[in-house]
């Protein structure tokens, strides 16, 4: 099936250093999802973005929808002990289609 | 506000038989969808319901298929398991169709 390019695949971070992360398509998408998984949990729903060029944060974290529609990105501020775990871009074609295309998924180490 | 219960967490499966797995999603969310999430495929979409009707299929055999209830539970099962099966089946509510909550999932194991 169909996954989006996620990049980096991992990464190994201190504690306080920010991170950037993003997420490619050769397909446009209406919206744009970032998730983070825990292990053995399902993915958290992190930030949500509905337009073209649109910046959102919540707390620490801020993303942005690409204006080509076909890429998003994440970026994680002061990074603290708990940001660990996966985290996964997804892609929305349409409302009323509400299929979810997910990317590779970024592992975040934080190196005590 | 319950989020959405999957049930049961653990399941050991041997090839050859089939399993159901239940979803209880939000109070209020009429769509229900499914994935599987493996580690070579990772997350990828099974089916989706509204309303009790199927509106989208991802590219899954027959062998699995899923329905949906008039209180938006849903079920998915599988028939005739292989070991490819094994994977964390998670299941996401959504009200307004976007931002979908996932459950926290049923790791099933085929042996």
């Known amino acids: 099936g169909q996954q989006l390019n996620q990049s980096p695949q991992s990464m190994f971070i201190q504690e306080g250093e920010d991170v950037s992360m993003n997420c490619t398509s050769s397909s446009i998408f209406n919206t744009w999802l970032w998730y983070k998984q825990d292990p053995g949990e399902g993915p958290v729903l992190l930030i949500a973005l509905y337009k073209a060029g649109e910046l959102t944060s919540n707390g620490r974290l801020t993303a942005q929808f690409g204006i080509t529609r076909k890429d998003s990105f994440l970026n994680i501020s002061a990074s603290i002990p708990s940001d660990v775990g996966i985290y996964f871009c997804a892609g929305v074609f349409e409302f009323g289609n509400e299929k979810l295309t997910f990317g590779t998924g970024t592992r975040l180490t934080i190196i005590p | 506000k319950a989020g959405v219960t999957q049930t049961p967490r653990y399941l050991i499966k041997t090839r050859g038989q089939q399993v159901t797995l239940s979803c209880s999603p939000i109070?209020?969310?009429?769509?229900v969808s499914w994935y599987q999430q493996t580690p070579g495929q990772g997350l990828q979409f099974l089916f989706e319901?509204?309303?009790?009707?199927?509106?989208n299929k991802g590219n899954f055999p027959g062998r699995f298929s899923g329905r949906q209830f008039s209180n938006s539970r849903s079920e998915m099962n599988v028939s005739t398991l292989e070991l490819g099966d094994s994977a964390l089946y998670l299941c996401a509510s959504s009200f307004t169709g976007y931002g979908y909550t996932f459950g926290s999932g049923t790791r099933l194991t085929v042996v």
């Open positions: 109070s209020g969310h009429r769509s």
């Open positions: 319901y509204f309303s009790e009707t199927q509106r």
